[in-house]
């Protein structure tokens, strides 16, 4: 249960730090956060994060 709810999370995190990262390098427009250098360095490290939460859950999943 917790191993797929870390999947689940993983994604939106991942999703989520993307977006920001897009909207900080002024790629996505339309936002406060677009064009900000701090969206820039912030969202890569959430969506690297997100992807460490999805790798754990998937492993945690092919032991069984």
Known sequence: MIKGLLVVVG???TAAGTVFALQGFGILGGSVMSGNHFWAAAGP???IAGLV???AGLRGRRAR
């Open 11 to 13: 994604v939106l995190v």
């Open 53 to 55: 939460m999805l790798t």
């Open 45 to 47: 490290i959430i969506a």
